[in-house]
Protein backbone atom coordinates (compact mmCIF):
# COMPACT_ATOMS: atom_id res chain seq x y z
CA UNK A 1 0.00 0.00 0.00
CA UNK A 2 1.27 3.30 -1.27
CA UNK A 3 0.78 6.67 -2.21
CA UNK A 4 0.83 7.77 -5.95
CA UNK A 5 1.03 11.34 -7.33
CA UNK A 6 0.09 12.54 -11.01
CA UNK A 7 0.36 15.93 -12.32
CA UNK A 8 -3.61 17.27 -14.17
CA UNK A 9 -5.20 20.20 -14.56
CA UNK A 10 -8.20 21.85 -14.28
CA UNK A 11 -10.21 24.60 -16.58
CA UNK A 12 -11.45 27.65 -15.34
CA UNK A 13 -13.10 30.09 -18.07
CA UNK A 14 -11.08 29.28 -20.74
CA UNK A 15 -7.74 28.83 -19.01
CA UNK A 16 -6.44 26.54 -17.01
CA UNK A 17 -5.06 25.69 -13.30
CA UNK A 18 -2.60 22.88 -12.40
CA UNK A 19 -3.96 20.00 -10.13
CA UNK A 20 -2.26 17.40 -8.57
CA UNK A 21 -3.84 14.11 -7.97
CA UNK A 22 -2.95 11.98 -4.96
CA UNK A 23 -4.22 8.31 -4.84
CA UNK A 24 -3.82 6.76 -1.85
CA UNK A 25 -4.82 3.16 -1.36
CA UNK A 26 -4.64 2.37 2.24
CA UNK A 27 -5.73 -0.93 5.04
CA UNK A 28 -9.14 -0.57 6.21
CA UNK A 29 -12.55 -0.60 5.80
CA UNK A 30 -13.15 -1.22 1.49
CA UNK A 31 -13.94 2.66 0.45
CA UNK A 32 -13.55 5.13 -2.23
CA UNK A 33 -13.90 8.80 -1.34
CA UNK A 34 -13.13 11.80 -3.68
CA UNK A 35 -12.00 15.07 -1.92
CA UNK A 36 -10.88 18.51 -3.04
CA UNK A 37 -14.23 20.49 -4.08
CA UNK A 38 -14.66 17.40 -7.07
CA UNK A 39 -17.95 18.37 -8.67
CA UNK A 40 -20.36 15.35 -9.44
CA UNK A 41 -18.86 14.46 -12.48
CA UNK A 42 -15.64 14.15 -10.92
CA UNK A 43 -16.98 12.60 -7.77
CA UNK A 44 -18.94 9.01 -9.91
CA UNK A 45 -15.26 8.62 -11.09
CA UNK A 46 -15.86 6.31 -8.49
CA UNK A 47 -17.96 3.89 -10.24
CA UNK A 48 -16.45 3.93 -14.03
CA UNK A 49 -12.87 4.03 -12.71
CA UNK A 50 -13.52 0.53 -10.81
CA UNK A 51 -15.75 -1.18 -14.06
CA UNK A 52 -12.93 0.28 -16.08
CA UNK A 53 -9.74 -1.31 -14.78
CA UNK A 54 -11.72 -4.53 -14.12
CA UNK A 55 -12.68 -4.85 -17.70
CA UNK A 56 -9.25 -3.77 -18.50
CA UNK A 57 -7.91 -7.14 -16.92
CA UNK A 58 -6.62 -5.48 -13.56
CA UNK A 59 -7.87 -6.42 -9.71
CA UNK A 60 -10.02 -3.14 -8.05
CA UNK A 61 -7.96 -3.19 -4.88
CA UNK A 62 -10.40 -4.17 -2.24
CA UNK A 63 -9.09 -1.52 0.30
CA UNK A 64 -9.66 2.17 1.68
CA UNK A 65 -8.77 4.49 -1.19
CA UNK A 66 -9.06 8.18 -1.27
CA UNK A 67 -8.30 10.43 -4.16
CA UNK A 68 -7.20 13.90 -3.18
CA UNK A 69 -7.27 16.69 -6.16
CA UNK A 70 -5.08 19.66 -5.28
CA UNK A 71 -5.53 22.68 -4.12
CA UNK A 72 -8.70 21.69 -2.27
CA UNK A 73 -10.28 25.20 -2.63
CA UNK A 74 -10.73 25.65 -6.14
CA UNK A 75 -13.46 23.37 -7.94
CA UNK A 76 -12.45 20.71 -10.32
CA UNK A 77 -15.16 19.93 -12.84
CA UNK A 78 -15.07 17.28 -16.19
CA UNK A 79 -14.11 13.60 -16.21
CA UNK A 80 -10.87 14.31 -17.55
CA UNK A 81 -9.46 12.90 -14.28
CA UNK A 82 -10.27 9.47 -14.94
CA UNK A 83 -7.40 8.50 -16.57
CA UNK A 84 -5.20 10.05 -13.61
CA UNK A 85 -7.50 8.70 -11.22
CA UNK A 86 -7.25 4.96 -12.47
CA UNK A 87 -3.36 4.84 -13.44
CA UNK A 88 -2.73 6.46 -9.95
CA UNK A 89 -5.18 3.25 -8.33
CA UNK A 90 -2.60 0.74 -10.19
CA UNK A 91 0.42 2.65 -9.34
CA UNK A 92 -0.51 2.91 -5.51
CA UNK A 93 -1.67 -0.65 -5.27
CA UNK A 94 1.54 -1.48 -6.77
CA UNK A 95 0.14 -3.54 -9.40
CA UNK A 96 2.23 -0.89 -12.16
CA UNK A 97 5.04 0.28 -11.65
CA UNK A 98 6.42 3.84 -12.26
CA UNK A 99 7.54 4.89 -15.48
CA UNK A 100 10.09 7.87 -15.42
CA UNK A 101 8.18 9.65 -18.05
CA UNK A 102 5.13 9.75 -16.47
CA UNK A 103 6.23 13.11 -14.67
CA UNK A 104 6.49 15.05 -17.87
CA UNK A 105 3.33 13.83 -19.01
CA UNK A 106 -0.32 14.91 -18.70
CA UNK A 107 -3.04 12.55 -18.73
CA UNK A 108 -6.68 13.21 -19.95
CA UNK A 109 -9.47 11.54 -20.77
CA UNK A 110 -12.75 10.10 -19.31
CA UNK A 111 -13.55 6.23 -18.72
CA UNK A 112 -16.82 4.01 -20.12
CA UNK A 113 -17.51 1.14 -17.60
CA UNK A 114 -15.36 -1.17 -20.37
CA UNK A 115 -12.10 0.58 -20.20
CA UNK A 116 -12.81 2.79 -23.36
CA UNK A 117 -11.65 6.26 -23.61
CA UNK A 118 -14.68 9.18 -23.44
CA UNK A 119 -13.98 12.27 -25.19
CA UNK A 120 -13.30 15.33 -23.12
CA UNK A 121 -13.93 18.96 -23.33
CA UNK A 122 -11.89 21.89 -23.01
CA UNK A 123 -8.89 19.59 -24.76
CA UNK A 124 -7.09 22.39 -26.88
CA UNK A 125 -6.82 24.34 -23.09
CA UNK A 126 -5.27 21.58 -21.47
CA UNK A 127 -2.71 21.23 -24.76
CA UNK A 128 -1.50 24.38 -24.67
CA UNK A 129 -1.64 24.83 -21.26
CA UNK A 130 0.62 21.84 -20.94
CA UNK A 131 2.97 23.10 -23.91
CA UNK A 132 3.84 26.17 -21.94
CA UNK A 133 4.75 24.02 -18.96
CA UNK A 134 7.10 21.70 -20.30
CA UNK A 135 5.41 18.62 -20.85
CA UNK A 136 6.88 16.60 -23.54
CA UNK A 137 3.70 14.53 -23.80
CA UNK A 138 -0.37 14.86 -23.51
CA UNK A 139 -1.90 11.38 -23.67
CA UNK A 140 -5.81 11.63 -24.75
CA UNK A 141 -8.51 10.25 -26.14
CA UNK A 142 -8.18 9.59 -29.90
CA UNK A 143 -11.28 11.10 -30.57
CA UNK A 144 -10.42 14.71 -28.97
CA UNK A 145 -6.73 14.04 -31.32
CA UNK A 146 -7.86 16.43 -34.42
CA UNK A 147 -8.35 19.26 -31.70
CA UNK A 148 -5.07 19.28 -29.75
CA UNK A 149 -2.53 18.77 -33.00
CA UNK A 150 -4.02 22.70 -33.46
CA UNK A 151 -1.01 23.46 -31.14
CA UNK A 152 2.23 22.36 -32.09
CA UNK A 153 5.43 21.43 -30.48
CA UNK A 154 3.82 18.86 -28.27
CA UNK A 155 3.76 14.82 -28.54
CA UNK A 156 0.24 13.84 -28.67
CA UNK A 157 -0.55 10.19 -28.21
CA UNK A 158 -4.23 9.36 -29.28
CA UNK A 159 -5.88 6.36 -27.10
CA UNK A 160 -9.34 4.17 -27.28
CA UNK A 161 -8.71 2.04 -24.50
CA UNK A 162 -7.29 2.15 -21.10
CA UNK A 163 -5.51 -0.39 -22.32
CA UNK A 164 -3.18 1.23 -24.50
CA UNK A 165 -2.08 3.36 -22.23
CA UNK A 166 -0.61 0.61 -20.04
CA UNK A 167 0.98 -0.68 -23.37
CA UNK A 168 2.22 2.69 -24.28
CA UNK A 169 3.74 3.13 -20.41
CA UNK A 170 5.31 -0.88 -20.05
CA UNK A 171 6.30 -1.23 -24.19
CA UNK A 172 6.42 2.48 -25.17
CA UNK A 173 3.89 0.92 -27.85
CA UNK A 174 2.23 4.23 -29.34
CA UNK A 175 -0.94 3.22 -31.45
CA UNK A 176 -1.27 4.49 -35.21
CA UNK A 177 -2.21 8.68 -35.62
CA UNK A 178 -5.48 8.81 -38.22
CA UNK A 179 -4.33 11.09 -41.19
CA UNK A 180 -5.50 15.19 -40.09
CA UNK A 181 -8.66 15.75 -42.59
CA UNK A 182 -8.65 19.40 -43.22
CA UNK A 183 -12.63 20.38 -44.12
CA UNK A 184 -13.03 23.03 -46.67
CA UNK A 185 -15.20 25.89 -46.60
CA UNK A 186 -18.67 24.81 -46.96
CA UNK A 187 -20.10 27.15 -50.21
CA UNK A 188 -23.07 27.83 -48.64
CA UNK A 189 -21.69 30.94 -47.00
CA UNK A 190 -22.18 32.33 -50.61
CA UNK A 191 -25.60 31.56 -50.91
CA UNK A 192 -27.13 34.29 -48.63
CA UNK A 193 -25.14 37.31 -50.18
CA UNK A 194 -25.64 36.06 -53.39
CA UNK A 195 -29.59 36.65 -52.84
CA UNK A 196 -29.50 40.10 -52.10
CA UNK A 197 -31.06 41.76 -54.77
CA UNK A 198 -30.94 45.84 -55.03
CA UNK A 199 -30.15 47.09 -51.75
CA UNK A 200 -26.99 48.70 -53.23
CA UNK A 201 -26.58 51.45 -50.07
CA UNK A 202 -27.33 48.58 -47.33
CA UNK A 203 -24.75 45.93 -49.18
CA UNK A 204 -22.26 48.98 -48.92
CA UNK A 205 -22.77 49.33 -45.45
CA UNK A 206 -22.16 45.56 -44.92
CA UNK A 207 -18.93 46.06 -46.23
CA UNK A 208 -18.06 49.06 -44.10
CA UNK A 209 -18.83 46.59 -41.14
CA UNK A 210 -17.50 43.95 -42.25
CA UNK A 211 -14.24 45.36 -43.52
CA UNK A 212 -13.62 47.41 -40.22
CA UNK A 213 -15.35 45.07 -37.51
CA UNK A 214 -18.40 47.73 -36.81
CA UNK A 215 -21.42 47.28 -35.26
CA UNK A 216 -24.51 47.25 -37.64
CA UNK A 217 -28.50 48.05 -36.95
CA UNK A 218 -30.16 47.57 -40.12
CA UNK A 219 -33.71 49.06 -39.99
CA UNK A 220 -36.47 48.46 -42.44
CA UNK A 221 -40.09 46.94 -43.32
CA UNK A 222 -40.78 43.26 -43.48
CA UNK A 223 -39.38 42.01 -46.49
CA UNK A 224 -37.21 44.34 -47.08
CA UNK A 225 -33.89 41.83 -47.25
CA UNK A 226 -32.81 42.50 -43.11
CA UNK A 227 -32.05 39.24 -42.45
CA UNK A 228 -30.55 38.44 -45.40
CA UNK A 229 -28.23 40.91 -45.58
CA UNK A 230 -26.72 40.39 -42.09
CA UNK A 231 -26.80 36.50 -43.02
CA UNK A 232 -24.65 37.33 -45.84
CA UNK A 233 -22.22 39.69 -44.55
CA UNK A 234 -20.26 36.37 -42.85
CA UNK A 235 -19.65 35.92 -46.66
CA UNK A 236 -17.13 38.90 -46.68
CA UNK A 237 -15.03 37.81 -43.99
CA UNK A 238 -11.77 36.63 -44.17
CA UNK A 239 -11.16 32.63 -43.42
CA UNK A 240 -9.93 32.56 -39.65
CA UNK A 241 -6.08 33.15 -39.04
CA UNK A 242 -4.79 30.22 -36.97
CA UNK A 243 -4.55 32.41 -33.61
CA UNK A 244 -8.17 33.04 -34.32
CA UNK A 245 -9.06 29.63 -34.94
CA UNK A 246 -7.56 28.53 -31.96
CA UNK A 247 -9.40 31.10 -29.81
CA UNK A 248 -12.60 29.94 -31.05
CA UNK A 249 -11.87 26.42 -30.83
CA UNK A 250 -11.31 26.82 -27.05
CA UNK A 251 -14.33 28.38 -26.34
CA UNK A 252 -16.79 25.86 -28.47
CA UNK A 253 -14.42 22.99 -26.99
CA UNK A 254 -14.88 24.19 -23.28
CA UNK A 255 -19.10 24.84 -24.16
CA UNK A 256 -19.53 21.48 -25.34
CA UNK A 257 -19.84 22.63 -28.65
CA UNK A 258 -17.67 20.45 -31.24
CA UNK A 259 -18.90 17.83 -32.73
CA UNK A 260 -16.78 14.46 -32.73
CA UNK A 261 -16.90 14.01 -36.20
CA UNK A 262 -15.96 18.11 -37.14
CA UNK A 263 -12.84 18.96 -38.63
CA UNK A 264 -11.18 21.58 -36.28
CA UNK A 265 -8.89 22.50 -39.27
CA UNK A 266 -12.17 23.72 -41.25
CA UNK A 267 -13.92 25.95 -39.10
CA UNK A 268 -15.25 29.25 -40.38
CA UNK A 269 -15.91 32.20 -38.60
CA UNK A 270 -19.13 31.96 -36.28
CA UNK A 271 -21.85 33.00 -36.64
CA UNK A 272 -24.78 32.59 -34.01
CA UNK A 273 -28.79 33.76 -33.55
CA UNK A 274 -30.28 33.63 -30.67
CA UNK A 275 -33.79 33.67 -30.51
CA UNK A 276 -35.48 36.39 -29.11
CA UNK A 277 -36.58 33.80 -26.24
CA UNK A 278 -32.95 33.38 -25.23
CA UNK A 279 -31.86 34.67 -21.79
CA UNK A 280 -29.99 36.49 -20.22
CA UNK A 281 -27.67 33.37 -19.16
CA UNK A 282 -27.79 32.30 -22.63
CA UNK A 283 -26.19 35.11 -24.20
CA UNK A 284 -23.71 36.30 -21.88
CA UNK A 285 -22.71 33.23 -19.89
CA UNK A 286 -22.94 31.27 -16.60
CA UNK A 287 -24.44 28.84 -14.95
CA UNK A 288 -23.57 27.26 -11.88
CA UNK A 289 -20.26 26.06 -13.29
CA UNK A 290 -19.98 29.06 -15.53
CA UNK A 291 -19.75 28.36 -19.38
CA UNK A 292 -19.37 30.99 -22.80
CA UNK A 293 -22.89 32.10 -24.07
CA UNK A 294 -23.40 32.94 -27.23
CA UNK A 295 -21.63 36.37 -27.06
CA UNK A 296 -18.42 34.52 -26.48
CA UNK A 297 -19.02 31.77 -28.85
CA UNK A 298 -19.94 34.53 -31.75
CA UNK A 299 -16.08 35.96 -30.54
CA UNK A 300 -14.11 36.59 -33.79
CA UNK A 301 -17.33 36.17 -35.94
CA UNK A 302 -20.97 37.84 -36.09
CA UNK A 303 -23.51 37.61 -33.70
CA UNK A 304 -26.73 38.55 -35.04
CA UNK A 305 -30.00 39.82 -32.92
CA UNK A 306 -32.76 39.68 -35.06
CA UNK A 307 -35.91 41.97 -34.28
CA UNK A 308 -33.45 43.55 -31.72
CA UNK A 309 -36.62 45.09 -29.44
CA UNK A 310 -38.66 41.41 -29.20
CA UNK A 311 -35.64 40.39 -27.15
CA UNK A 312 -35.58 41.32 -23.41
CA UNK A 313 -34.87 44.27 -22.04
CA UNK A 314 -32.34 43.40 -19.53
CA UNK A 315 -30.74 40.74 -22.41
CA UNK A 316 -30.04 43.79 -24.87
CA UNK A 317 -28.69 45.80 -22.01
CA UNK A 318 -26.64 43.48 -20.86
CA UNK A 319 -24.46 43.83 -24.40
CA UNK A 320 -23.10 47.10 -23.13
CA UNK A 321 -20.00 46.09 -21.61
CA UNK A 322 -18.82 43.52 -24.35
CA UNK A 323 -19.57 45.57 -27.16
CA UNK A 324 -17.64 48.06 -25.40
CA UNK A 325 -14.34 46.03 -24.39
CA UNK A 326 -14.71 42.92 -25.90
CA UNK A 327 -14.94 40.43 -23.19
CA UNK A 328 -17.25 39.68 -20.45
CA UNK A 329 -16.61 38.91 -16.98
CA UNK A 330 -18.76 35.94 -14.83
CA UNK A 331 -18.96 36.22 -11.43
CA UNK A 332 -19.71 33.17 -9.26
CA UNK A 333 -19.37 33.08 -5.34
CA UNK A 334 -16.47 30.94 -6.05
CA UNK A 335 -14.91 32.48 -9.01
CA UNK A 336 -14.93 34.95 -11.93
CA UNK A 337 -14.10 33.90 -15.10
CA UNK A 338 -13.41 36.39 -18.55
CA UNK A 339 -14.75 35.17 -21.77
CA UNK A 340 -13.43 36.45 -24.95
CA UNK A 341 -16.42 38.45 -26.91
CA UNK A 342 -14.93 40.22 -29.83
CA UNK A 343 -17.32 40.18 -32.38
CA UNK A 344 -19.55 41.76 -35.24
CA UNK A 345 -23.07 42.71 -33.79
CA UNK A 346 -25.57 42.61 -36.46
CA UNK A 347 -29.12 43.96 -35.33
CA UNK A 348 -32.11 43.96 -36.86
CA UNK A 349 -35.17 46.00 -36.25
CA UNK A 350 -38.87 47.38 -37.96
CA UNK A 351 -40.23 50.94 -37.81
CA UNK A 352 -42.90 50.09 -35.26
CA UNK A 353 -44.90 47.21 -33.94
CA UNK A 354 -46.25 45.91 -37.19
CA UNK A 355 -43.39 47.03 -38.99
CA UNK A 356 -45.02 49.39 -41.47
CA UNK A 357 -44.31 53.15 -40.78
CA UNK A 358 -43.39 55.32 -43.47
CA UNK A 359 -43.78 52.23 -46.19
CA UNK A 360 -45.20 52.61 -49.11
CA UNK A 361 -46.58 49.14 -48.72
CA UNK A 362 -49.26 49.20 -46.64
CA UNK A 363 -51.03 51.64 -43.94
CA UNK A 364 -49.33 51.90 -40.27
CA UNK A 365 -52.03 50.94 -38.08
CA UNK A 366 -49.64 52.20 -34.78
CA UNK A 367 -50.33 54.33 -32.59
CA UNK A 368 -47.81 57.03 -32.01
CA UNK A 369 -47.63 55.45 -28.49
CA UNK A 370 -47.61 52.14 -29.32
CA UNK A 371 -44.39 53.59 -31.69
CA UNK A 372 -42.81 55.49 -28.70
CA UNK A 373 -42.68 52.71 -26.52
CA UNK A 374 -41.43 49.69 -28.93
CA UNK A 375 -38.40 52.37 -30.07
CA UNK A 376 -37.91 52.51 -26.42
CA UNK A 377 -36.76 49.29 -26.07
CA UNK A 378 -33.64 49.60 -26.95
CA UNK A 379 -32.26 52.13 -25.26
CA UNK A 380 -29.99 55.33 -26.27
CA UNK A 381 -26.78 53.67 -24.47
CA UNK A 382 -26.99 50.61 -26.87
CA UNK A 383 -27.74 52.86 -29.81
CA UNK A 384 -24.74 54.83 -28.83
CA UNK A 385 -22.62 51.71 -29.29
CA UNK A 386 -23.87 50.97 -32.78
CA UNK A 387 -21.04 52.09 -35.24
CA UNK A 388 -23.59 52.08 -38.48
CA UNK A 389 -27.10 52.46 -38.19
CA UNK A 390 -29.07 52.53 -41.74
CA UNK A 391 -32.56 52.97 -42.40
CA UNK A 392 -33.30 50.11 -45.18
CA UNK A 393 -36.29 50.24 -48.21
CA UNK A 394 -37.98 47.84 -49.64
CA UNK A 395 -36.95 46.32 -52.78
CA UNK A 396 -38.94 46.99 -55.75
CA UNK A 397 -40.51 43.82 -57.62
CA UNK A 398 -38.79 44.47 -60.20
CA UNK A 399 -35.73 43.88 -58.99
CA UNK A 400 -37.08 40.74 -57.43
CA UNK A 401 -38.48 39.26 -60.95
CA UNK A 402 -34.86 39.68 -62.63
CA UNK A 403 -33.19 38.12 -59.59
CA UNK A 404 -29.06 38.27 -60.79
CA UNK A 405 -26.35 36.59 -58.59
CA UNK A 406 -22.89 38.00 -59.29
CA UNK A 407 -20.12 35.79 -57.86
CA UNK A 408 -17.47 37.90 -59.55
CA UNK A 409 -18.43 41.23 -57.32
CA UNK A 410 -18.37 39.19 -54.10
CA UNK A 411 -14.75 37.75 -54.81
CA UNK A 412 -14.05 41.57 -55.48
CA UNK A 413 -15.60 42.81 -52.17
CA UNK A 414 -14.01 39.67 -50.33
CA UNK A 415 -10.18 40.91 -51.35
CA UNK A 416 -11.19 44.18 -50.87
CA UNK A 417 -11.79 43.25 -47.53
CA UNK A 418 -8.79 40.75 -46.70
CA UNK A 419 -6.33 43.32 -48.31
CA UNK A 420 -8.20 46.13 -45.57
CA UNK A 421 -7.58 43.75 -42.77
CA UNK A 422 -3.79 43.37 -43.30
CA UNK A 423 -3.51 46.89 -43.92
CA UNK A 424 -5.18 47.62 -40.73
CA UNK A 425 -3.81 45.14 -38.52
CA UNK A 426 -0.36 46.65 -39.57
CA UNK A 427 -0.90 49.99 -38.67
CA UNK A 428 -2.75 49.29 -35.59
CA UNK A 429 -1.02 46.48 -34.09
CA UNK A 430 -3.30 43.43 -35.14
CA UNK A 431 -6.75 45.11 -34.04
CA UNK A 432 -9.20 46.17 -36.74
CA UNK A 433 -10.63 49.54 -36.56
CA UNK A 434 -13.26 48.72 -34.32
CA UNK A 435 -11.06 48.04 -31.63
CA UNK A 436 -8.82 51.23 -31.44
CA UNK A 437 -8.27 53.03 -28.23
CA UNK A 438 -9.32 56.60 -27.75
CA UNK A 439 -5.51 57.47 -26.97
CA UNK A 440 -4.63 55.55 -30.29
CA UNK A 441 -7.20 57.53 -31.98
CA UNK A 442 -4.81 60.90 -32.78
CA UNK A 443 -1.72 58.55 -34.24
CA UNK A 444 -3.87 55.99 -36.39
CA UNK A 445 -6.67 58.68 -37.41
CA UNK A 446 -5.24 61.58 -39.28
CA UNK A 447 -7.71 63.53 -40.83
CA UNK A 448 -7.22 66.85 -43.08
CA UNK A 449 -8.28 70.19 -42.48
CA UNK A 450 -11.35 70.01 -44.57
CA UNK A 451 -12.53 66.53 -43.14
CA UNK A 452 -12.59 66.99 -39.95
CA UNK A 453 -14.43 70.97 -39.97
CA UNK A 454 -17.29 68.73 -41.03
CA UNK A 455 -17.11 66.80 -38.38
CA UNK A 456 -17.10 69.63 -35.97
CA UNK A 457 -20.09 70.93 -38.02
CA UNK A 458 -21.43 68.00 -37.38
CA UNK A 459 -20.88 67.97 -33.79
CA UNK A 460 -22.48 71.54 -33.68
CA UNK A 461 -25.68 70.38 -35.67
CA UNK A 462 -26.31 66.84 -34.40
CA UNK A 463 -25.87 65.62 -30.86
CA UNK A 464 -22.38 63.57 -30.92
CA UNK A 465 -21.06 62.29 -27.47
CA UNK A 466 -17.62 61.34 -27.57
CA UNK A 467 -18.61 57.43 -27.64
CA UNK A 468 -20.17 59.10 -31.36
CA UNK A 469 -17.34 61.22 -32.39
CA UNK A 470 -14.59 58.35 -31.93
CA UNK A 471 -17.15 55.74 -33.70
CA UNK A 472 -17.62 58.21 -36.94
CA UNK A 473 -13.53 58.60 -36.76
CA UNK A 474 -13.23 54.61 -37.10
CA UNK A 475 -16.00 54.51 -39.78
CA UNK A 476 -13.67 57.07 -41.62
CA UNK A 477 -11.02 55.32 -40.78
CA UNK A 478 -12.25 52.32 -42.49
CA UNK A 479 -13.83 54.19 -45.52
CA UNK A 480 -10.28 55.37 -46.39
CA UNK A 481 -8.85 52.29 -45.89
CA UNK A 482 -11.15 50.76 -48.35
CA UNK A 483 -10.31 52.76 -50.73
CA UNK A 484 -6.40 52.70 -49.99
CA UNK A 485 -5.83 56.43 -48.30
CA UNK A 486 -3.27 57.15 -45.45
CA UNK A 487 -5.43 60.55 -44.18
CA UNK A 488 -9.24 60.51 -43.39
CA UNK A 489 -10.44 62.60 -46.15
CA UNK A 490 -13.99 64.48 -46.43
CA UNK A 491 -15.38 62.02 -48.67
CA UNK A 492 -14.80 59.61 -46.09
CA UNK A 493 -16.04 61.55 -42.99
CA UNK A 494 -19.35 62.42 -44.97
CA UNK A 495 -20.25 58.77 -45.83
CA UNK A 496 -19.54 58.07 -42.01
CA UNK A 497 -21.59 60.87 -41.11
CA UNK A 498 -24.69 59.14 -43.36
CA UNK A 499 -24.32 55.98 -41.38
CA UNK A 500 -25.02 58.04 -37.91
CA UNK A 501 -28.00 60.11 -39.12
CA UNK A 502 -29.77 58.52 -41.81
CA UNK A 503 -33.00 57.95 -43.60
CA UNK A 504 -34.67 55.02 -45.91
CA UNK A 505 -33.68 55.73 -49.50
Given at each position: ?A?????????????A??VK?E??????????V??????????E?R?????????S????????????????????T?V?????????I?????????A??????L?????????????????????????????????L????????????????????????????????????????VV?A?????D??????????????????A???????????P??A??T??????????P????????E???????A???K?????????R??????????????????????????S????????????????????????????D?E??????????R????????????P?????????????????H????????????I????????A??A?????????????????R???????T??????????K????????????????????????????????I?????????????????????????L?????A?????????
Amino acid sequence: MALAKLPSVAVEGIEASPVKVEIDVAQGLPGFVVVGLADKAVEESRERVRSALRHSGFNFPLSRITVHLAPSERKKTGVHFDLPIALGILLADGQLKAAPKLSKTLLLGGLSLDGQLQSISGTLIFVEWAKNKGYQTVVLPAVNLPEGQLVDGIELIGLQTFGQLIDWITTGTVPPRPERVVQAVAAELDDDWLQIQGQEKAKRAALIAAAGGHNLLLEGPPGAGKTLLARGLRALLPPLAKDELIEVVKLYSVANQLKQDQAVDGLYRPFRSPHHSASHISLIGGGSHPKPGEISLAHRGVLFLDELPEFPRNVIEALRQPLEDAEVHVSRVNQTVRYPAAFTFVATMNPCPCGWLNSNQRQCQCSPHQIAQYRKKVSGPILDRIDLYLAVAAVPLSDLRTPTKDAAELSRLREKVVATWHRQRQRNAGKLNAYISSSAMAALCPIDEKAQAMLEKAAEKFVITGRSYHKILKIARTIADLEGRDRIELPDVAEALQYRFVSAN
